[in-house]
């Protein structure tokens, strides 16, 4: 007999234990029911369903497996685990809380897609999640090769190109699309690469299908997501919400504010900063990968921001010269304001972010000229104030998280 | 059939010989990298085109036919 379908926004987090330990199989499917197998029509109600990538891209699933499934070939599934964003932490919860839901979707995807083989993508760091896979893991049956691969941590290496190099064992820096991984990926086959969480909605489409689906969320972007919310808020931490929810609901769901908020950077370091308390989170609006940081008015976005413009050049991979180059011009130019060192080369800055988007082999230096902009932007103020008078009103307190960087 | 000058960005090295030879479709940013106009080549300018296709000393510049690409992002 079917479960009931969850019928609150708790969806992927339904059966989180309090104790956070990992769900096991049984307890598992005692929640949600089985996954049958063989379901011909599984890409069609993906498709359906409007299900997006989760991973920042936001691609249709549907026409992703579809691309794959559409090869000659033998595919493979690999998991994008990896969660190369400091500020993001939902991959890593799902994969250490819910296990099984993320390896449900990526078995259903290979059933769909034609795959023997599915490669679960980590980054070294990650020894409980490597744990946890491992040991529910051990507790399936699918009629599949599993295979749990450590990547180097970093960045870049979430991108789907730099990730299947480092799979391989080569450098894990991206690689020039077209190919693109769906045509020739791993060992040459088609590549079905998905964000964990993407394939965790996939399990559950899979189970209730797509008007379930699209019960919540907008219609033009169905369903709920994982937020990483940080910063000034009571309650930090990875919430589910509907496609569509204001940073605000998100804010008071979290507990509040501890302090007064200046502005909400959204989708994390290839996001944006915004004042805008009310700001939807949806794809469209920059969620991306479901970052969401509440940032306090006693920091200083302008030193903040150059901090991550720092970081964001050091975490090129140095094979294009407009990234390499204009990152780090970018990220100089902001801390020479941030000191007060500088006359006012505001323009100078704006025209780089033009320069360096679209100019590399993926989209680094555009996630990071979106961020660099959004900052000339939001804090425009407080730019003035350094240049004027070598310092706003905020205190110099890290408040994003930036490996390597102090 | 339309074709589009593309780059390689991770092959070019900003040597900088295509913007001499084709002024007119590629110009060079800050670092000296080449910015190239993306509409399709006229086929009045293609000879320039190739031109700069074969001097590039890391054969990083191509001519690709206009297709419809299914685009994934990560």
Redesign the interface.
């Known amino acids: 007999m079917r479960n009931a379908a969850p019928e609150t926004v708790a969806r992927l987090l339904a059966g989180v234990r309090a104790d956070s330990s990992a769900v096991g199989l049984a307890e598992h499917l005692a929640l949600y029911g089985p996954l049958e197998t063989g379901r011909r029509d599984l890409i069609a109600t993906v498709t359906a369903s409007g299900l997006c990538?989760r991973?920042?891209?936001?691609?249709p699933t549907g026409?992703?497996l579809a691309?794959v499934a559409a090869e000659r070939g033998r595919p493979v599934v690999v998991v994008?685990a990896t969660e190369g964003e400091p500020a993001s932490k939902k991959d890593r919860a799902l994969v250490r809380l819910v296990p099984h839901l993320v390896l449900d979707g990526a078995a259903a995807a290979a059933d769909a897609v034609g795959a023997r083989e599915v490669v679960v993508a980590l980054a070294r760091s990650a020894h409980a999640e490597r744990s946890a896979i491992t040991a529910a893991l051990r507790e399936r049956r699918d009629r599949l090769r599993w295979r749990v691969a450590a990547v180097p941590d970093g960045f870049v290496v979430?991108?789907?190109t730099a990730l299947l190099n480092a799979l391989a064992g080569r450098p894990a820096k991206p690689?020039?699309?077209?190919p693109?991984?769906?045509e020739k990926g791993l060992g040459g086959e088609p590549t079905l690469?998905q964000?964990a969480e993407t394939l965790a909605h996939l399990a559950l489409v899979g189970r209730y299908g797509a008007t379930w689906f699209r019960s919540l969320g907008t219609a033009a972007e169905p369903g709920t997501a994982l937020v990483s919310l940080s910063g000034a808020v009571a309650r930090p931490g990875v919430y589910e919400v509907e496609l569509g929810t204001r940073t605000s609901d998100l804010v008071a769901q979290a507990g509040g504010a501890t302090e007064a908020v200046s502005a909400f950077l959204v989708g994390g370091y290839f996001g944006g900063w915004t004042r805008d308390a009310s700001h939807p989170l949806t794809a469209k609006a920059g969620l991306g990968a479901g970052v969401v940081v509440a940032f306090p008015a006693s920091a200083c976005g302008v030193r903040e921001s150059a901090r991550i413009a720092r970081y964001l050049a050091g975490e090129s991979a140095g094979?294009?010269?407009?990234?390499v180059?204009?990152l780090e011009?970018l990220a100089g130019g902001l801390e020479q304001i941030a000191h007060g060192q500088a006359h006012d080369h505001r323009d100078r800055l704006a025209?780089?972010t033009q320069?360096v988007t679209a100019?590399?082999?993926c989209?680094h230096p555009d996630g990071a000229a979106r961020f660099v902009s959004s900052a000339l932007d939001v804090f425009s103020d407080e730019l003035t104030l350094h240049l004027r008078k070598g310092r706003c009103s905020g205190t110099d307190r890290a408040v994003l998280p930036a490996r390597g960087v102090t | 059939m339309k074709k589009r000058l593309r780059i390689?960005?991770?092959a070019?090295?900003?040597h900088g010989l295509c913007a001499e030879l084709f002024p007119e479709w590629i110009a060079l940013?800050?670092?000296?990298?080449p910015?190239i106009d993306e509409r399709p080549v006229p086929s009045a300018l293609e000879g320039h085109a190739r031109r700069a296709i074969r001097e590039c000393p890391k054969l990083a510049l191509r001519l690709q036919p206009a297709r419809s690409?299914?685009?994934?992002?990560?």
């Open positions: 990538g991973g920042g891209g936001a691609f026409d992703k691309a994008n979430g991108e789907e690689t020039l699309k077209p693109y991984p769906f690469v964000n094979q294009c010269g407009p990234c180059h204009g011009a025209r780089w320069q100019r590399g082999a989209r | 390689d960005p991770i070019c090295d900003g940013d800050d670092w000296g990298y910015i690409n299914i685009k994934s992002s990560t």
